[in-house]
C-alpha cells in the first residue's frame, strides 16, 4: 500500500474485530520512519506493544526517541480528575457536564506533530492513528463534535503538514445507532481509502477470519469507469495477515 | 442536464459515499464559469487547492472563494477565520453587489445543515435563491442558481424533506448499467414536475460528457430477448371454479358444521334416519374376554 501524502483513511467494521487494521498501520508507518501521534482509547500501551513487537517495531523506543507520541486514553483519563487544572487536558470533556467539543484533543494532536527545527533526525510525514472514533460517541460527545475534530485534525496534519490520517470507526450494521451511522458516512465522503473488514456472512471460520473490502474515493482526476472497489478474504495468524481471492482460502482448496 | 443551468433557483446534487458528487458540482461550475457568469463557492469540506485542482486559469479567474474550510469554528483564534463562522460567509455571499447572472456553490450543505439550525438554513437559502436578493436593492433583477451537494446519508428524513421542497431541481446520483447517472427532477412553478435520467461521464478537465439515455426508470434489467413465464401455465390442479362449481361448493354442508337440522336430526332420530352398524364376525383365533380390561383401574 503506497504511502501518498495528505491522505484520510478510514477502518472500518462490522461484525469482526478490524483493530489488526490498527497495529497494521502502526507498525507499517513507525517502521517508514513516520512521525506516528497515536490517540489510543480502547487499550493500554502495553498491549499495543506487544503486538507491535511480533510485528516488529519496538513502541517503547519508538516513544523514547520521540517518533511516537501516544495518548494512552485509559490510563490518562484518570488524570483528567487528579490534575491540576493549570492547562486543558486533551480529554477534558470528560469532565464536562454539557457535550463540549474536541478542541483540547485536536490542540494536543497539532502540539505532537507539529515540525521541530532544532536539529534532531528529521522524520519523514507526520500520522495522526486513532483507535477508535466510536468509542468517544459512548463517551458523550455529540457526532458533530467529533467530525468537527477529525475536520481540524484534516485541516492540521493532511493539508497543512502533509500527513496522513487513520481512524478506526466501529460499524454497529444491525443495532439501530443513528449517530455512530452519521458519523461513518461522515467519515467516509471525507476519506480517499475506506477499508472495511466484515466478518463472514456464514458465520464465524477457523481459516477465514472475515474479508476485507477495500474502496477508494476521491480520486484526483474524474475517470468513467475504474475499479474504485476490491474484496478480499483473509487470515490473522501471529505475526502477519494472509490475503487471498474470494473463496481461494487455501484450507479450502 | 443542461437545462439545470438555464433554470434559476436551488439545485440539490445528492450524493452518497459510494457516488461522490463533487465532480459533477465542478463540472457545472466550469460550465457556469465558461459562460461568463461568476461562480461564488463556499468550501466547507475541502481545500482551495483541492477544489481548483483541475480547472484551467480561466475558470479559476472567475470563482469567488469564501474559504470555511481551514478554521470554520474559529479555534485557531489567530483571526484567519471567516468572520461570523459559517453563517457570516452566507450573508456575505447574500450581500454580494455584482451584476448579471450569478452561480453559487455550496460545498457542502451537509455541513452546514449540521452546524446551523435547519430553519436558518433553509431562510437563508431562500434568500439566496430568489432573484430580488436583497430588500430595497435597486440593482435589476439577476437570475441566481444556487448549487448544493447534499450527502444524503448524514441527515433525516425532515430536514432532506425540508430542502427538497425549497429547491427547483433535484439531482441524485447513482449508477445505472454499470455507468454515472443522474436522476434529475425538476420542479417548476405552476408547472408540473418531471423526472429524467441522464447518463455522464465527466472528463479530466471537468468537461461534462452527456451520453445518450438509458430506457426509462422502471425495469432496467429486463432482458428483452427471453419472454417472461407465465407461473399460471401448466398447472396440475385447477386454480379456477365455474359458476356451477362454485355454486355446488357454497350448498355443500360441511359435516362438522353445526346446523339447525343437524341438532334436530339428532335430538329425533326418525323411522327413516340410517343409523350405523358395526359388522363384526370373530376369528377362530380371537379371544373374547368379557371382563373389562379397565375394570382394575380405580378412578
Known amino acids: 500500500m503506497s504511502a501518498e501524502a495528505g491522505k484520510l483513511t478510514l477502518l472500518c467494521d462490522v461484525k469482526t474485530d478490524g483493530s489488526f487494521l490498527v497495529h497494521h498501520f502502526l507498525s507499517f508507518y513507525l517502521k517508514a520512519n513516520c512521525k506516528v501521534c497515536f490517540v489510543a482509547l480502547i487499550q493500554s500501551f502495553s498491549h499495543y506493544n506487544i503486538v507491535g513487537q511480533k510485528l516488529g517495531v519496538n513502541l517503547t523506543m519508538a516513544r523514547e526517541r520521540g517518533q511516537l507520541v501516544f495518548l494512552e486514553g485509559l490510563k490518562s483519563s484518570v488524570d483528567v480528575f487528579f490534575q491540576a487544572q493549570k492547562e486543558p487536558h486533551p480529554l477534558q470533556f470528560l469532565r464536562e457536564a454539557n457535550a463540549g467539543n474536541l478542541q483540547p484533543l485536536y490542540e494536543f494532536v497539532r502540539e505532537a506533530l507539529k515540525p521541530v527545527n532544532n536539529g534532531e533526525a528529521a522524520w519523514r510525514c507526520p500520522v495522526l492513528l486513532v483507535d477508535d472514533l466510536s468509542v468517544l460517541l459512548s463517551l458523550g460527545m455529540g457526532v458533530v463534535a467529533v467530525l468537527d475534530f477529525i475536520h481540524y485534525c484534516r485541516v492540521a496534519v493532511c493539508w497543512e503538514l502533509k500527513g496522513n490520517m487513520v481512524v478506526l470507526v466501529h460499524d454497529s450494521d444491525d443495532a439501530e445507532d443513528e449517530e455512530n451511522d452519521i458519523l461513518l458516512n461522515g467519515l467516509s465522503h471525507q476519506s480517499h481509502l475506506i477499508l472495511r473488514a466484515e466478518g463472514l456472512a456464514t458465520g464465524f471460520c477457523r481459516d477465514v477470519h472475515g474479508q476485507l473490502r477495500i474502496l477508494w474515493r476521491r480520486p484526483s482526476q474524474p475517470t468513467a469507469q475504474r475499479d474504485r472497489s476490491l474484496t478480499y478474504q483473509y487470515k490473522i495468524q501471529d505475526k502477519s495477515v494472509s490475503f487471498f481471492a474470494k473463496g481461494m482460502s487455501p484450507a479450502v482448496l | ?299
Open chain 2, 1 to 299: 442536464m443542461l437545462d439545470l443551468l438555464a433554470v434559476g433557483g436551488l439545485v440539490l446534487l445528492r450524493d452518497s459515499v459510494e457516488w461522490e458528487g463533487r465532480s459533477l458540482l465542478k463540472a457545472l461550475i466550469k460550465k457556469s464559469a465558461l459562460c461568463g457568469e461568476q461562480v461564488h463557492i463556499l468550501s466547507c469540506e475541502v481545500s482551495e487547492e483541492e477544489f481548483r485542482e483541475g480547472f484551467d486559469s480561466d475558470v479559476n479567474n472567475r470563482l469567488v472563494y469564501y474559504d470555511l474550510f481551514r478554521d470554520p469554528l474559529n479555534w485557531s483564534k489567530t483571526g484567519e477565520a471567516f468572520p461570523g463562522g459559517p453563517l457570516g460567509a452566507l450573508r456575505a455571499i447574500c450581500k454580494r453587489t455584482d451584476s448579471g447572472p450569478v452561480t453559487i456553490a455550496l460545498d457542502s450543505l451537509s455541513w452546514l445543515l449540521l452546524h446551523l439550525p435547519c430553519t436558518m438554513l433553509c431562510q437563508t437559502l431562500h434568500a439566496l435563491s430568489r432573484q430580488d436578493v436583497c430588500p430595497g436593492d435597486s440593482s435589476p433583477v439577476r437570475q441566481v442558481r444556487v448549487l448544493g451537494l447534499l450527502h444524503e446519508e448524514l441527515h433525516g428524513p425532515g430536514p432532506m424533506a425540508a430542502l427538497s421542497s425549497l429547491a427547483q431541481t433535484e439531482v441524485t446520483l447513482s449508477c445505472t448499467m454499470g455507468q454515472a447517472s443522474a436522476h434529475i427532477h425538476c420542479q417548476r412553478p405552476r408547472q408540473r414536475p418531471t423526472h429524467q435520467t441522464q447518463l455522464f461521464s465527466i472528463l479530466p478537465d471537468f468537461s461534462l460528457d452527456l451520453q445518450e439515455g438509458p430506457p426509462p426508470e422502471s425495469q432496467p434489467h429486463l432482458d428483452p430477448h427471453t419472454p417472461p413465464v407465465d407461473p399460471m401455465a401448466h398447472l396440475t390442479f385447477n386454480l379456477r371454479l365455474s359458476n356451477k362449481e362454485r355454486e355446488a361448493k357454497d350448498s355443500l354442508t360441511l359435516p362438522f358444521q353445526f346446523s339447525s337440522e343437524k341438532q334436530q336430526a339428532l335430538l329425533h332420530p326418525g323411522p327413516g334416519q340410517t343409523t350405523s352398524h358395526i359388522f363384526y364376525e370373530p376369528d377362530a383365533y380371537d379371544d373374547l374376554d368379557q371382563e373389562d380390561p379397565d375394570d382394575d383401574l380405580d378412578i
